[in-house]
């Protein structure tokens, strides 16, 4: 009777334990794993089974692609899709290739197989939104096919499907797993609801520029005002924002309203900042050819005389010279400068070799002339080298190589003369010129440039000469510069007079200034007694003060000012701050 207690026992538990677990037996899981589900394929006769897929929990897992071959004894045969129904006929399809299964259950489906060659369809409009599965899905007939649809769109609840595209609910007959028949395709349009509760996220992009930007939030159905710019980008204007990256124009304006229901990256919008690069024919001319660059922009001089030819009597353009930074540049160069310039024309006098103007005997004299006391020979010939010169407008009239050979045993041409000789250039009768100056530039083998100031000699005969004296050989060259920049203003009539004013709180006059006189700053020597801002004069308390203004060209103006107190503001002060002196 024990014995047949415990045998009893012992299969109850068992019948127990089998009923329990057995409804388990399609879920594979380890402790810590996740619970998987399994998908089984059954082709009802067919042939070519597709392998049975493994779904995750709560993870969506498509519909195999995979297609069964109809049996050999089939006619007309076509595979339709899967169905759970194994003895229901017809059986509807409920799932076809790369549809979503989303239960978390194992599940055996079977194929469906129908007589009919060519399907009608279910096509889906996702009617703003995106699809989420193949555009359409076939069905035959009374064989129905189950929807397996769903799309998305931010911002927007997914209400079903309707055949109209206006519609504002969805068709029943149209839900999620619903099975379609009939013998006409059937068009359906997703139904959307606005989610009021979604917001969006507006980011921005410099677009080539530098910083940083947080993004906004925007909510359903609230204008969003935009933040205003703070990148920067050296040598660009911002313009506003696109969401295209390479618009040229803004949609949006910094500070504007953003106004659509949907996130969005705006780039910013830039414009390269403008140049003007003036180019005049001397520093003395007041018109320039104006031509406009951008910045980084590469422009080729040699664009300058393709649009207005630059001439000048018996000289040749040679280059541009910048006036701030004095740098020459030739007439084929490439320049990227990235700021308004002023260029000046560098001209050569154009006179040919072979012309009596070069003629050394006739130019050039040199005294003593010939073979000196110590076998030093001078020789005078043509320049073959360019000379550039800082001088604005410089024109090369004349230049030659003064050389000395045979000068000792250490070789020639390396060490000055023990002697001074003088050299004469005459200038040639055609070359005429007013308002500037005649000067001597030597070149020296260091690289020295030096300027030897001298002084226009015009003899009875009328040729012109220049003399000077040197004991260095190398290149010479006489050099004609126009008076550079334009004339200082004549000085204004206070310059370097002087006045008393009484005190009075708040006093102020005006020193006027010449026209055309470029300003580069006002200062005074006791702001105490004077300050003075764009030549408007303040006086404050007594004293002594000289009121200076400084022009481009360094010429300094002066105005002296003297500040006393009347008898009665005397007596005021003394008796206020009389005790002081006690």
């Not at 190589?401 to 045979?406: E, N, V």
Request: aromatic letters at 14%.
């Amino acid at each position: 009777m024990k014995t047949t207690t415990k045998r009893f026992l012992a299969i109850l538990i068992s019948v127990i334990l089998l009923g329990v677990l057995a409804p388990l037996g399609a879920v594979t899981a380890q402790a810590g794993e996740p619970v998987t589900y399994t998908i089984t394929y059954v082709a009802n006769g067919a042939s070519n089974v597709p392998a049975p897929q493994t779904k995750t929990h709560d993870v969506d897992l498509g519909i195999t692609t995979s297609k069964p071959t109809a049996p050999s004894n089939s006619i007309n045969q076509v595979f339709a899709g899967w169905t759970t129904s194994s003895g229901t006929y017809p059986p509807p399809v409920q799932y076809q290739a790369n549809d979503l299964y989303i239960a978390n259950a194992s599940v055996t489906l079977y194929a469906v197989w129908v007589f009919f060659t060519t399907p009608h369809r279910i096509y889906f409009y996702a009617n703003g939104g995106a699809l989420n599965g193949p555009p359409s899905q076939p069905f035959y007939g009374t064989i129905g096919t189950a929807i397996r649809q769903i799309p998305r769109r931010i911002g927007f609840k997914f209400l079903g499907w309707a055949n109209d595209p206006a519609a504002t609910f969805p068709d029943l007959r149209y839900r999620y797993g619903s099975v379609c028949y009939g013998n006409n395709s059937i068009p359906l349009y997703a139904v959307w609801e606005a989610d009021t509760a979604a917001t969006y996220t507006v980011a921005y992009d410099a677009n080539g520029g530098s910083g940083a930007m947080e993004p906004q939030t925007k909510k359903y159905g609230v204008d969003l005002p935009l933040s205003a710019n703070t990148f920067t980008r050296p040598g660009y204007t911002f313009l506003g924002w696109n969401e295209n990256r390479n618009a040229a124009a803004p949609d949006y304006l910094a500070g504007g309203l953003y106004t659509a229901d949907a996130g969005a990256t705006l780039f910013a919008v830039w414009k390269a900042d403008r140049y003007n690069l003036n180019f005049y024919s001397s520093q003395s001319a007041t018109t320039p050819l104006t031509i406009y660059t951008w910045h980084d922009q590469v422009f080729p001089l040699g664009n300058v005389t393709d649009i207005q030819p630059f001439t000048r009597p018996s000289c040749a353009l040679t280059g541009w010279r910048d006036a701030a930074t004095g740098v020459v540049y030739g007439l084929d160069d490439t320049i990227t400068l990235n700021r308004d310039v002023d260029f000046y024309a560098v001209w050569v006098f154009s006179k040919d070799v072979d012309n009596d103007y070069l003629d050394t005997t006739e130019n050039v004299m040199v005294y003593p002339a010939g073979i000196f006391a110590d076998g030093t020979e001078m020789v005078v010939t043509e320049g073959n080298r360019v000379m550039v010169f800082p001088e604005n407008g410089g024109v090369v009239v004349l230049y030659y190589d003064i050389s000395f050979t045979g000068y000792g045993s250490a070789g020639p041409n390396y060490y000055p003369l023990a002697q001074e000789v003088t050299v004469r250039f005459t200038i040639p009768d055609d070359f005429n010129f007013s308002g500037g100056k005649l000067v001597i530039k030597h070149l020296r083998p260091d690289g020295t440039l030096v300027t030897i100031e001298s002084e226009l000699v015009t003899p009875p005969d009328g040729k012109r000469y220049i003399e000077f004296q040197t004991n260095h050989f190398s290149l010479y060259a006489l050099v004609y510069v126009e008076n550079t920049g334009p004339a200082v203003p004549a000085a204004p009539e206070w310059n370097g007079k002087s006045q008393e004013f009484t005190y009075k709180k708040g006093n102020t006059f005006t020193l006027a200034l010449p026209a055309g006189a470029a300003v580069k700053e006002w200062a005074t020597s006791n702001a105490k007694t004077a300050t003075a801002e764009g030549g408007k004069v303040t006086l404050g308390t007594r004293g002594d003060a000289t009121i200076t203004v400084k022009l481009m060209d360094n010429t300094t103006w002066a105005y002296r000012v003297t500040v006393k107190f009347n008898s009665w503001q005397w007596l005021l002060y003394i008796f206020c701050f009389g005790w002081l002196w006690m």
